[in-house]
């Protein structure tokens, strides 16, 4: 039984999320998936309904806004009417709990691909300054998670 393609993009301004992404991708490949990633500026939203598992590492800027070159995805997801009952993913989100919508972005992208009929593999987490520790626990949830024939073989 072959597994899917894991799909992982991120969303930075300034490298954190770009690193991290990179980073599970690297651990993707280490554990046998055929995996991509990508800059979420990359993605056109309708792509998501042909993926089956997708990961995102995405950071909040400005006033709880997506980083600049995710916005046209942001916007174009919004409005998007897709149909993602086909897609699992998982959404790590990169913020500073100094700011009043702590990690808004990571937020309303889950609500959004939840809303679509995508099912979480484990529920969003939000990751504030000490992002590389929560990234870890994260991925250490994850893989074993992405790893269960049920949910590979969708
Ligand atoms: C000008 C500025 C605005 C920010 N706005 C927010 C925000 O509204 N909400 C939040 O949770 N974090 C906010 N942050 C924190 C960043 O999301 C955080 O530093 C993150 O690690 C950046 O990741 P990146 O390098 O992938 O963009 C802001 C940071 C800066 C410098």
Known sequence: MSKPVLAIYYATETGNAETLARQAHERAVAEGWTATVSNISQLQPATLASHPLALFVVSTW????????????????EK?????????YAVLGLGDRDYSDFNAFARKLDERLAALGAKPVLARVEA??????????WADRLFPLIGEPSVTTV
């Open 80 to 88: 998007a009417p897709l149909d993602l009952s086909g897609l699992r």
């Open 62 to 77: 400005g006033d709880g806004e997506p980083p600049s070159d995710a916005t046209d995805f942001h916007y174009g997801l």
């Open 128 to 137: 504030d300054l000490d992002y590389e520790e929560t990234y870890t626990q």
